[in-house]
């Protein structure tokens, strides 16, 4: 079967949510056997085609157009050339509307539509992303998306169907998997300068991940030889943070370490003491996979999709007020054993997620969408159908 992306967000120089599962999925897709094909508008990033098993793959990019026109012509044109069975979007819009390839479209959350929904931007262009996602959930043939929160988020939002929308989970990279070198965890624990012993934040600042939270559990908590360090946001950001950890007194054990390379984030979760995520809401919470993976003890919030990623694999806190969240820091800091078994739960929870059985569940509705454009083919040209009955 040969698969199209549309594969923009590769442009992207910083590994996000999305840009992390398009190299993912694509490449579990191709050590199945399927003929990926990626389709942009713009230059794909080197560092991030280096992520990928480029030759086995078919990588194009189109002449400088317009967007849309490059979504609703370009991309429809290339898929009849290429003779693309299925064209999947994984960032909430950029499907064609006419095409008779059949088309995927993953929506990772809900976000805008209840997080942010009273704080929408209004500017044209975030007008004409609107438009272009209500466009392409419209003109999906199925949707995909991460969590079973998500998906029941979604399908009560867009009143879709309980059969349009199926949930593939995405997994942390191989490489949180493997053994990480003492070598590496000096390395990073130098870089960064990182504190003998210390709760980790790695994300972006946004109001949404509830890094306050952190902190005040911190403060009342009181462990004056644990420190929290947060990795990722602006420097900007980070100013912020550092102010109220002033207010709370304890910036004299708070540190903020900016963006963290990608390769250093094996290591950096090894070192940690604790990884707290209390983001108020998330779509999947991909973070929590990778602490999960490297064994690093797991403490979230009960809110949105975190405890089904979660499950047995961490412990939950509640977000009404942030002293259950300090005892069980207390409890890790001093319960040895606890700390222990905290990380072996991690690490057997970390086996549930796999990118090879993400792509293994995506291909399955790939090549049931298109069965059913085969019969559909067969009932309107019996003679045309038999004669391509493999397929592309």
Request: charged content about 25%; glycine content about 4%.
């Amino acid at each position: 079967m040969r698969v199209a992306f549309n594969a923009r967000v590769l442009g992207d120089p910083v590994l996000r949510g999305w840009n992390r599962y398009t190299l993912n999925l694509a490449s579990g897709l191709v050590d199945l056997g399927v003929e990926v094909y990626l389709y942009s508008d713009r230059a794909y990033d080197a560092a991030q085609l280096a992520r990928l098993p480029t030759s086995s793959m078919t990588i194009k990019q189109s002449p400088p157009m317009n967007y849309v026109r490059w979504e609703q012509q370009w991309v429809p044109q290339q898929c009849a050339t290429d003779r693309i069975g299925v064209f999947h979007s994984p960032i909430h819009f950029g499907l064609p509307q006419w095409t008779r390839t059949r088309c995927v479209l993953t929506l990772h959350d809900a976000i805008e539509e209840t997080y942010y929904a009273e704080h929408r931007k209004t500017s044209i262009s975030q007008r004409i992303t609107r438009v272009l996602c209500w466009m392409a959930r419209h003109r999906a043939d199925h949707i995909l998306t991460v969590s079973e929160h998500s998906r029941r988020e979604l399908i009560q939002l867009f009143k879709l169907s309980e059969d349009q929308v199926s949930v593939t989970y995405e997994a942390a990279d191989h490489r949180f998997h493997q053994t990480i070198s003492s070598e590496a965890r000096e390395r990073v624990r130098l870089k960064y300068r990182l504190p003998e012993q210390f709760v980790l934040y790695v994300g972006s600042f946004e109001p949404r991940k509830n890094i306050p939270f952190l902190l005040k559990a911190s403060a009342i908590a009181q462990l004056r030889d644990l420190h929290v360090v947060l990795g990722g946001g602006s420097v900007i950001e980070g100013r912020v943070l550092m102010q109220m950890a002033s207010a709370l007194s304890i910036s004299d054990r708070v540190s903020v370490i900016g963006r963290v390379d990608d390769d250093d984030l094996p290591a950096l979760y090894a070192e940690a003491h604790t990884f707290v995520y209390p983001s108020e809401y998330e779509g999947f919470g991909l973070q929590i996979c990778e602490a999960l993976a490297v064994g690093c003890p797991v403490l979230a919030a009960d809110a949105s999709c975190l405890p089904e990623i979660v499950a047995d694999g961490g412990e939950l806190f509640p977000l009404s007020t942030p002293n259950r969240l300090a005892e069980m820091l207390k409890k890790l800091h001093y319960d040895l054993d606890y700390r222990e078994s905290l990380r072996r739960r991690a690490r057997t929870r970390s086996q549930f997620f796999s990118w090879r059985y993400t792509a293994e569940k995506t291909l399955a509705v790939y090549e049931n969408l298109y069965a059913k454009q085969n019969k559909f083919l067969l009932m309107e040209n019996p003679a045309e159908t038999r004669a391509n009955e493999h397929g592309p």
